[in-house]
């Protein structure tokens, strides 16, 4: 069975940074895409950011161009978000996310863990 287990979420002020962390396990193939997305209380899922596991390449919400950052670790099918400058607004719980196949938007991904919390005071 697949597993995402999310770390490194926590209080911050505005300005500061926080390093997410998302290690998979229990699965017998590579995912094609990682993601990481977000839901405040009240609001719609958003897809912050994702990455194509065979190039490299990434994808950013506009809203956090220039300040996240997401990367792969070099163990197989681990994830990082370094999210940098953070801004009040950026509070939400944040979910790593993992597929196959690359469907269009991060939080429709096939695998997602439980979430951690960032929350960002101003």
């Known amino acids: 069975q697949v597993q995402l287990v999310e770390s490194g979420g926590g209080s911050v002020q505005a300005g500061g940074s926080l390093r997410l962390s998302c290690a998979a396990s229990?699965?017998?193939?590579?995912?094609?895409?990682m993601g990481w997305f977000r839901q405040a209380p009240g609001k719609e899922r958003e897809g912050v950011a994702r990455?194509?596991?065979?190039?490299?390449?990434?994808a950013y919400a506009d809203s956090v161009k220039g300040r996240f950052t997401i990367s792969q670790g070099n163990a197989k099918n681990t994830l990082y978000l370094q999210m940098n400058s953070l801004k009040p607004e950026d509070t939400a719980m944040y979910y790593c996310?993992?597929?196959?196949?690359?469907?269009?938007?991060?939080?429709?991904?096939?695998?997602r863990g439980q979430g951690t919390q960032v929350t960002v005071s101003s």
């Open positions: 990455i194509y596991t065979a190039g490299s390449t990434t």
């Open positions: 996310a993992a597929d196959r196949w690359c469907p269009g938007a991060v939080a429709d991904f096939g695998y």
């Open positions: 229990g699965y017998t193939y590579s995912f094609s895409c």
